[in-house]
């Protein structure tokens, strides 16, 4: 017989569904899941919190602490009892690695778009979808700029657009090109996102730059890594030689996109480690010391950035200034 466990999700991205996520799943492998709803003032087993919101997680202390980032932020284990995020870090039992594609477009692998070897190789070279410039590594822009430089590239993001507009669905936008940059923000232990996963879902082949963990995530044959090469240069003539190949262009296509024995199983790891925490419910962040001054000071600092005081204050200083 299963036990009951109360859980709740605050401070999550607006479409994130709480009653139906991959948390929850995990849980009922062996509880009884009841979610409370976010607006409730009943306080939880297990709260699960994100980066979002209005920090609405520093009002629940009575409770295990889960935080939740599909960011490459590192986790405050002054603040949460547990984290899941992309990083690898060994941190006793408090932390796994569970990556946001996981959440999202891990599942469109299973049927990715069909397309024959005929059609996949007639069609236009490469496609980018970018929308952040300012917080990137510039080595992002770099490579953009040396591909373009090759042949031009269809722009579907906010950047550069060429395509008549930004493209609301990726995945059919994405399949209609031989090849996708799938470049990261930044490369950070761990921090492999969905860019990598949509390219590959819809029957392209992406063209991927980002932290060497993606090549225990997903079969090195079925990309190309910007960073197995030493330059830029040497790179683009890589590009090259598959776009005017194609015999090695389908090879990386029709490659199989997990490691067959080695890609990790990370539905039975999330479902160990939350039912471990669900049965345990053991906190570990204390309300004395220096946690509990560190807590204090972010909690009120939180309250003042949601009151009219912080509203007036920022006003009257854009008027000065």
């Not at 997680?57 to 992309?86: L, M, Q, R, W």
Request: with cysteine; net charge negative; aromatic share 14%.
């Amino acid at each position: 017989m299963k036990n009951d466990i109360a859980i709740k999700f605050v401070d999550f991205w607006p479409t994130f569904d709480h009653h139906n996520n991959n948390f929850v799943e995990a849980l009922r492998t062996k509880f009884n899941v009841r979610v409370i709803d976010a607006h409730s003032d009943e306080i939880p087993d297990l709260l699960f919190y994100s980066r979002c919101g209005t920090k609405e997680h520093y009002k629940y202390k009575d409770c295990v602490k889960i935080y939740y980032t599909g960011e490459n932020d590192v986790p405050n284990f002054n603040e949460c009892d547990y984290a899941i995020s992309f990083y690898n870090i060994d941190f006793g039992k408090r932390h796994l690695r569970y990556p946001l594609y996981k959440l999202y477009e891990f599942d469109m692998l299973q049927n990715p778009v069909l397309i024959t070897d005929e059609e996949a190789v007639k069609r236009p070279f490469c496609s980018v979808l970018l929308r952040n410039t300012n917080n990137c590594d510039p080595k992002r822009l770099e490579i953009i700029d040396a591909v373009d430089s090759y042949k031009p590239l269809a722009y579907g993001g906010p950047y550069r657009n060429n395509v008549g507009g930004s493209v609301e669905e990726k995945i059919p936008f994405i399949s209609g090109y031989k090849f996708n940059l799938a470049l990261e923000n930044s490369i950070a232990d761990g921090y492999v996102t969905e860019k990598i996963v949509e390219p590959m879902a819809a029957s392209t082949v992406p063209v991927y730059w980002g932290c060497p963990t993606a090549c225990k995530d997903f079969n090195p044959e079925a990309f190309i890594n910007v960073n197995d090469f030493s330059t830029l240069d040497s790179f683009v003539k890589y590009l090259e030689k598959v776009d005017n190949d194609p015999d090695l262009y389908l090879k990386i296509l029709r490659s199989p996109k997990l490691n067959n024995d080695t890609s990790p199983d990370f539905d039975s790891q999330l479902a160990d480690f939350l039912c471990d925490i669900a049965e345990g419910k053991k906190k570990h962040v204390i309300p004395y010391g220096e946690q509990n001054n560190m807590a204090w000071h972010n909690y009120n600092l939180n309250e003042i950035r949601n009151s009219n005081i912080a509203y007036k204050l920022g006003r009257a200083l854009a008027k000065i200034f």
